[in-house]
C-alpha cells in the first residue's frame, strides 16, 4: 500500500469517527454555508470535512453544539491566555456598558496606555487601534514615515496579519497566499532567510530599507525563536542601516512574559505591536515605540519631521479597552506568583508527553515548546528549521481531527497547542491520555516516520 493510500484509508477512518460525534456541528454548517462565506467567519476557522461550532467556554474547557467538551488548545487564535470567561475580565466588561459602548477620548484609554508604558520596555508612546493587522499596517506606515524608505524586511514562515503586502512568504518560498495580491502589493517586501546574518546584512545593503519587521517567537512556522543574541544582532544590524527594528508581538506580547518579549530576551526593538492576548479575547491592538518615532503619529507635533495618519472608529471602544486593563492586571498578577513559569513547565509536560506517546507506537516525533506554546513536528528528525518546514503536514492534520473525537481542540491545519492560564496538569494528562488513545485506536503507523532508530513494518 502506498502512503497515499494509507493516508485515504486512515483518513476515511477518522472522518467517519469525527462525523458520528459531531451531528450538530455538521447541521450548522450546512446552514451556515447557505449566509456565510464558506460557513466561518474566516479562513483559519474552517478544516475538512467540516468545522466544529462551540456553544460556550469555560476556563481551559470549550463546549460545542453536540454538548461536547473539549480542552481548548485553539483559545481562539491564542486570544484566550486568561482562559474563557475569566472573572476579572467578564467583571472589567459588565462594569462598562452603564457608562456607553464609545466615548470620545475616555480617560479608560490613558489607565490601559499607562499599563503599557509600565510593562513593555520600547513603549514610551502608544496608540491603541482594533487588531494585529491594523498594528502591523500602521507601525511599517510609522516606520517608513520616520525614516522616509519604501521598503520592509519580512523572514520566511512568519505571519504579520492579513495585510496584501504581509500575506508573501509564510512558507519557505516567494509566494503570496492566495489570490488578489498585486506584484505592486509585495513590492516593497524584502524576504529573507532567519538565522541567516549575511543574508539579511545582503537585504539590508541597498539602504532603502525603513524597518526589520520580527515575530521573536517565530510562531507560524513552528516557534523557532532565536537567543537574545541572535536578537541583539539584528536590531545592530538594522541600526547599522538605518533601519529601524520592529517586533511583532501579536503572539509573543504579554504571553512569553508579562512584558512580552522584549523583557524575555532583553532586546528593546523601536516599536513593537500587540493584539490577542492584550486583549484577553477582546478585540483591541496597540502600536507601541520610542517617542522620537511614535511622534510621527501626533497631529499636534512641534518638533520638525513628518506626520503619518493613523485613526480608526473603533480605537478605543470600552468594552476592549477595559477588558485589555483587566488583563494586564491579571498578567501582572501572574507574573508576581510563578503563573508564567508554571505554564512553560505545563508546556515541557504537554510536549514530552506527546512525542513519547508517538514514540511508544514507533512513530518519530519532536517538539517546540516555548512559553505557554507547543508545536509538533511528526518527524525523527533532525530539528531544524529546514527540515521541519519541508515535512509533509497531511499526518499530522489529520491527527488535530482524531484529537477532537477524544476531547482535544486544536485546529487541524494550524497545529498549535496554546496553553492557557486556566491550563492546569489534570487538563495536560487528560490531552496526553486522549492522544495514547487516538494512537491506540487510529494506526499512524504506515504514514510517518519510525522513531528514531526504529522502522516500521507494513
Ligand atoms: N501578527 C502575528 C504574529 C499574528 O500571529 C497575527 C494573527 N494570527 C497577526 C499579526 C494579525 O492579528 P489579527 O488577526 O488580530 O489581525
Known amino acids: 500500500m502506498t502512503q497515499d493510500t494509507a493516508l485515504l484509508e486512515l483518513s476515511a477512518d477518522v472522518q467517519a469517527a469525527y462525523l458520528a460525534l459531531t451531528p450538530a456541528s455538521a447541521a450548522w454548517h450546512e446552514r451556515a454555508s447557505r449566509v456565510l462565506a464558506g460557513g466561518v467567519s474566516g479562513t483559519v476557522r474552517y478544516w475538512k470535512p467540516y468545522p466544529l461550532s462551540m456553544m460556550a467556554g469555560d476556563g481551559a474547557w470549550v463546549t460545542d453544539l453536540d454538548g461536547r467538551r473539549y480542552v481548548d488548545h485553539f483559545l ?10 475569566n472573572p476579572a475580565l467578564m467583571e472589567a466588561i459588565a462594569a462598562t456598558p452603564q457608562h456607553g459602548s464609545l466615548l470620545l477620548n475616555d480617560v479608560l484609554s490613558c489607565d490601559l496606555a499607562e499599563r503599557v508604558q509600565a510593562m513593555v520596555p520600547c513603549a514610551e508612546r502608544v496608540r491603541l487601534l482594533n487588531s494585529g493587522t491594523e498594528a502591523v499596517m500602521s507601525a511599517l506606515r510609522f ?3 520616520f525614516t522616509g524608505r519604501p521598503v520592509v524586511i519580512k523572514f520566511y514562515g512568519t505571519y504579520h496579519g492579513q495585510g496584501d503586502d504581509m500575506l508573501f512568504g509564510l512558507d519557505a518560498r516567494d509566494r503570496r497566499l492566495g489570490a488578489g495580491i498585486t506584484d505592486a502589493a509585495v513590492s516593497q517586501t524584502r524576504l529573507v532567510p532567519f538565522g541567516h546574518p549575511e543574508a539579511l546584512g545582503v537585504a539590508l545593503a541597498a539602504g532603502d530599507v525603513a524597518a526589520v519587521l520580527l515575530d521573536p517567537s517565530m510562531h507560524h512556522c513552528g516557534l523557532w525563536a532565536g537567543t537574545a543574541d541572535d536578537y541583539a544582532a539584528i536590531r545592530d544590524a538594522a541600526h547599522a542601516a538605518g533601519a529601524l527594528l520592529i517586533f511583532d508581538e501579536v503572539i509573543s506580547g504579554f504571553r512569553l512574559d ?11 526593538p523601536d516599536l513593537a505591536v500587540f493584539a490577542k492576548a ?23 507635533r512641534t518638533t520638525p519631521g513628518p506626520f503619518a495618519f493613523q485613526s480608526g472608529t473603533g480605537n478605543d471602544v470600552r468594552n476592549s479597552v477595559a477588558a485589555a486593563i483587566a488583563a494586564l492586571d491579571f498578567y ?28 511508544e507506537h514507533g512513530i518519530g516525533c519532536q517538539y517546540n515548546a516555548l512559553g505557554p506554546m507547543v508545536r509538533l513536528f511528526l518527524t525523527a528528525g533532525p530539528k531544524t528549521l529546514d527540515h521541519c518546514l519541508a515535512l509533509d503536514p497531511r499526518a ?8 477532537i473525537t477524544e476531547g482535544v481542540l ?34 499512524f503507523r504506515a504514514i510517518t516516520e519510525p522513531a528514531e532508530g526504529g522502522h516500521h513494518v507494513h
Open 76 to 85: 481562539c487564535g491564542a486570544c484566550l491566555l486568561p482562559g474563557h470567561r
Open 143 to 145: 516606520a517608513r514615515a
Open 258 to 268: 508579562a512584558g512580552g518579549a522584549q523583557t524575555r530576551w532583553g532586546v528593546v
Open 278 to 300: 492584550f486583549g484577553g479575547g477582546e478585540k483591541i491592538g496597540a502600536v507601541a515605540g520610542q517617542a522620537d518615532i511614535m511622534a510621527v503619529a501626533d497631529p499636534a
Open 332 to 359: 501582572k498578577a501572574q507574573e508576581a506568583s510563578g503563573g508564567y513559569k508554571r505554564l512553560q513547565s505545563l508546556a515541557e509536560r504537554l510536549g514530552n508527553g506527546l512525542s513519547q506517546a508517538f514514540a
Open 396 to 403: 499530522l492534520n489529520l491527527f488535530h481531527l482524531a484529537l
Open 410 to 443: 486544536t485546529l487541524p491545519g494550524s497545529n498549535d497547542f496554546f496553553l492557557s492560564f486556566a491550563h492546569r496538569e489534570d487538563e495536560i494528562d487528560h490531552v496526553i491520555a486522549a492522544a495514547g488513545r487516538v494512537l491506540n485506536r487510529f494506526d
